[in-house]
């Protein structure tokens, strides 16, 4: 869905905003959580990830980067190492909507992250 779709769903909620947006900024419901989506978006099964990620990693960072999706709670935003513009821009949608907290934590995924999923893509 877009943006405003999604915004316009969610406005009158009582719970915070969750949701995933894609690398061509559109958003997606995390259902049924944050990293099931993204399995699903991936097209691949959880075992095979896990066979991908070095030990020591967060799934979630991994997965990230992984997809290119972005990770969206009210309070926190974890983004991939090269974000699309069309994300940042339903990003700011979004936290000019008020759907986001005013000092939302934003983490990159880091290198080690990335050199990780290059090196899976490959083999795969």
Known sequence: MTVMEFINAHREDMDPCECVILPDGSVEEPQPSHIKKLEEISGEDKLT??????????????????????????????????????QEETLETLYFAAMLAPGYHREQVGATYEECVRKAKELH
């Open 49 to 86: 990830l896990n066979s991908r990620m070095e030990k020591n990693m967060e799934p979630i960072f991994f997965m990230v980067e992984y997809t290119g999706c972005m990770l969206i709670w009210s309070t926190r935003v974890v983004v991939p190492s090269h974000p699309t513009p069309a």
